[in-house]
């Protein structure tokens, strides 16, 4: 399974920067996966870490998609703090409860 994703992620992003929110889709809905295996196994702390990452990576998925900002690097602040300030105050995509719960991750 994990040569499928990387083949898959290698094939987007060949394709360059245009599919890149699928490239960060994909690893976040594998860090999902995991982080609920994790939990299945008592794991808690690989499942905290998981979930996290998730989390990072769905919210890079949507400003990629969604918006016009692109970051060679991304920082879990700016990520944190550019989701919030374009997705859920400036255009509301998403509900303003979701802005506290992504700041405190």
């Not at 879990?76 to 992504?102: D, G, W």
Request: charged share 25%; with cysteine; aromatic share 14%.
């Amino acid at each position: 399974m994990a040569a499928v994703v990387r083949d898959y992620l290698l094939l987007l992003l060949r394709h360059g920067e245009a599919m890149a929110w699928q490239a960060y889709w994909v690893k976040a809905r594998s860090s999902l996966r995991t982080a609920q295996s994790a939990y299945e196994q008592g794991d808690f702390d690989s499942c905290a870490s998981r979930a996290y990452f998730a989390v990072f990576q769905a919210e890079i998925t949507a400003l990629i998609k969604l918006t016009e900002l692109r970051q060679e690097e991304w920082r879990h602040e700016r990520v944190q703090a550019e989701f919030n300030r374009r997705l859920i105050h400036a255009r509301s995509y998403f509900l303003l409860p979701c802005a506290p719960f992504t700041m405190t991750l």
